[in-house]
């Protein structure tokens, strides 16, 4: 009933840039927060950043400064700015939302599948 699907990953220098989109779809009545995560080879899932519904947001504090999380509720998607890539903010990046399906009582959490970002010269 509802699918969240993740972009936007790919290879890329120290120092460059990349955008993830994520984009929910389905019977969906309402998206509460959005937020990314990330997983490296053998670390535990980690929250990257996270957007409330009224555009509160929460950033892990090794991206502060550099990773920028927004939302567009007209298109239920999400999307993460990174900028000054490092080595280390390489892992498989995962979207995750707060969905209220039409008929449905709570919210629940959708995952993507994920999309992989490597940063290397």
């Known amino acids: 009933q509802v699918q969240v699907v993740e972009s936007g990953g790919g290879l890329v220098q120290p120092g460059g840039s990349l955008r993830l989109s994520c984009a929910a779809s389905g019977t969906i009545f309402s998206i509460n927060a959005m937020g990314w995560y990330r997983q490296a080879p053998g670390k535990q899932r980690e929250l990257v950043a996270a957007i409330t519904s009224n555009g509160n947001r929460n950033y892990a504090e090794s991206v502060k400064g550099r990773f920028t999380i927004s939302r567009d509720d007209a298109k239920k998607a999400v999307f993460l700015q990174m900028m000054s890539l490092k080595p280390e903010d390489t892992a498989v990046y995962y979207c995750?939302?707060?969905?209220?399906?039409?008929?449905?009582?709570?919210?629940?959490?959708?995952w993507g599948q994920g999309t992989q970002v490597t940063v290397s010269s």
């Open positions: 995750n939302t707060e969905i209220m399906t039409y008929g449905g009582m709570k919210y629940i959490n959708h």
